[in-house]
């Protein structure tokens, strides 16, 4: 028990485990914030004009794709045009036809409406009585937050493993270590030690990012329960291997990105190009691969999927405890 409080106030004391904990939740609220704003209006063509230069029914025509700004003389036009900030196409009458200014520096799509645009107004005598049906616009943040909110709830149980490898890199080199090796403690004991302190944070970690993120059914909490308690308990696993083969501060913080960076990689990878067959349960082998899985299934209300990946969590459990603790025993008894 004391060696578990010792742990506690290593975590509070170090500002890297501080900000591992609590940036999937920044990062969740972020993503729960930015759903709820609506991005369609940055695509909308915005166009300025000078007053009483263009006839009523043309400004009537132009308000028809998109908003339009008159301004009383052509330099407060030209202010407009040349802001950084906005994609505004000045119009102006030309004859019969109408010609357009742009500042060179917007989006090719308002360059190239600014281009048609004269041969569109041309047009007018049969696009006059066109109906413009405005379509539904797709919510692209809506569909990347299906991978967006697993890959953050990753992040979280990573938190453990980050801990559990400084904690040990630092006893290393505080000398801890050494009395750590004489201790009368079975090798099942030390780990447990090693791991809860790691295991608790990154979950509670987890958990606060779902609740944030996920909308579950109370069928489905407890399976996204046992996701991130299994996934937590694995990233603390691994946090102790980290921390067993490091030689020092520096190869231990290159360990932790690499094995951080297939935490990520691989799922998200699986997930664009929609890996199967063979490759998909090779995939596996990383255990972020059905944790993210199962996330992405609960989503979809694919609740046998998600039991099956909490299955292959809990091999992933036993198997890397099974090694560590071999290698504990091993290292002991050499």
């Not at 063509?45 to 028809?64: C, I, K, M």
């Not at 938190?159 to 801890?176: L, P, Y």
């Amino acid at each position: 028990m004391k060696g578990l409080k010792y742990q506690l106030k290593s975590v509070l004391r170090d500002k890297f485990c501080l900000m591992t904990f609590l940036l999937p939740i920044l990062v969740a609220v972020a993503l729960k914030f930015m759903g709820s704003i609506d991005m369609s209006s940055l695509g909308e063509l915005h166009f300025g004009v000078l007053e009483n230069d263009l006839p009523p029914q043309t400004v009537t025509w132009l308000e028809r794709y998109g908003p339009v700004t008159v301004y009383g003389t052509q330099e407060e036009l030209t202010a407009a045009i040349r802001e950084p900030s906005t994609n505004i196409i000045g119009v102006a009458a030309d004859g019969d036809s109408l010609k357009t200014a742009i500042s060179g520096d917007e989006l090719d799509v308002f360059q190239q409406a600014a281009a048609t645009l004269p041969a569109l107004y041309d047009q007018g005598a049969g696009t006059g009585q066109a109906e413009v049906q405005i379509l539904e616009r797709p919510d692209i943040l809506e569909n990347l937050q299906g991978i967006f909110i697993p890959a953050v709830l990753i992040v979280a149980m990573f938190m453990g493993c980050t801990f559990n490898a400084m904690n040990i890199i630092s006893e290393k080199e505080d000398g801890v270590a050494f009395v750590n090796e004489i201790l009368p403690m079975s090798p099942s004991q030390y780990i447990l030690q090693k791991v809860v302190v790691g295991f608790l944070f990154g979950s509670l970690s987890s958990i606060v990012t779902a609740c944030i993120c996920f909308r579950l059914t109370w069928q489905n909490i407890g399976v996204m329960l046992a996701l991130i308690l299994l996934s937590s308990f694995v990233a603390a696993l691994m946090g102790l291997f980290i921390g067993r083969f490091s030689e020092g501060l520096m190869i231990g913080v290159v360990y932790i990105k690499i094995i951080m960076l297939a935490f990520i990689a691989v799922p998200i990878v699986c997930a664009l190009i929609g890996v199967s067959g063979p490759l998909a349960i090779l995939c596996n082998v990383v255990p972020s691969q059905p944790a993210f899985e199962g996330m992405m299934a609960l989503s979809a209300g694919k609740m046998g999927t998600a039991v099956k990946d909490v299955g292959i969590l809990a091999i992933h459990c036993i198997a890397w405890f099974a090694l560590y603790a071999l290698i504990s025993a091993k290292g002991k008894k050499g």
